[in-house]
């Protein structure tokens, strides 16, 4: 068949690319773009609908005032637990032939993530996740304050593809203007990782922690060992149009080249997690 076809973009968190024409992106947060399989003549409209007709346009990403062949999603949070369809309408290539693949590129948002207590995880459960990272506790383990911290494992990309996610909201009173946490990487730094901040359907903030460069002291989590870096505090401001809620969301940037194989991505162990 003649004609355009569409492809889902996903910067997956191992920085691997996802080309498909039928894809699930799950994230609330993470960017994504939408490529075509040839440039397409400007202006070229392309958006994203959701089943009760909210619609949120992407803005080309790639091309020029003549041709476009990318549109990025705008960096806002998409609504919890929701379902978007492509809309193509009107979009042709330079021929004439009109998109091919559009029906299949439907894509569906993660359901609302846990409510975290300020309390330093204390209430959680032992031997539990909580926002898909590993409630940490036990003798020996390396808590930062109290009984409990949270722990989001590290990984290596050239032997899985898919990171511990960590994904959790936080309540946001008046006057509060920054998301604070006392966090020590695990195994290496945390420099191919940052942080979203946001509330649904609003604009996000992008942090990362510092570049760990103090020296590493041994430990054990889960009877292995790992080495950890100094306690440190984080502190993300928050956006200026948050809400009573705000999503903290942990991403791994996408790793991108020909040379030596991705580095493996350091873990981190986080505490005292508050609005303030």
Do not use: H
Request: with cysteine.
């Amino acid at each position: 068949m003649i004609g355009i076809e569409l492809v889902l973009l996903a910067r997956i968190a191992s920085g691997r690319q996802i080309w498909s024409s039928c894809a699930n992106v799950s994230r609330l947060i993470g960017a994504f773009s939408v490529a075509a399989s040839e440039p397409l003549p400007a202006p070229a409209d392309l958006a994203l609908r959701s089943a009760d007709g909210e619609t949120i346009e992407l803005p080309v990403s790639g091309g020029s005032d003549r041709f476009a062949f990318a549109f990025l999603k705008p960096p806002s949070v998409l609504r919890y637990a929701t379902q978007y369809q492509l809309i193509t309408s009107g979009i042709t290539d330079f021929a004439g032939n009109p998109v091919v693949t559009s029906a299949g590129l439907v894509l569906t948002t993660l359901p609302r993530p846990p409510l975290a207590a300020e309390d330093g995880f204390e209430s959680l459960e032992v031997g539990t996740t909580f926002g898909g990272a590993k409630v940490l506790s036990g003798s020996g383990e390396p808590t930062i304050a109290g009984a409990k911290s949270l722990y989001v494992a590290f990984y290596n990309p050239v032997n899985t593809m898919t990171p511990v996610p960590l994904a959790l909201r936080l309540q946001v009173g008046a006057g509060d203007t920054v998301v604070r946490f006392s966090y020590r990487t695990v195994n290496g730094n945390d420099t191919s990782v940052g942080y979203y901040l946001g509330s649904e359907g609003r604009t996000i903030n992008t942090r990362s922690t510092e570049v760990e460069q103090a020296a590493l002291t041994p430990g054990t989590i889960a009877g292995s060992q790992v080495m950890l870096g100094p306690v440190r505090t984080a502190s993300f401001p928050l956006p200026p149009d948050v809400t009573d809620e705000v999503i903290l969301e942990r991403t791994v940037f996408p790793w991108y080249g020909c040379g030596p194989p991705p580095p493996i991505v350091g873990g981190i162990i986080i505490d005292d997690l508050r609005v303030e």
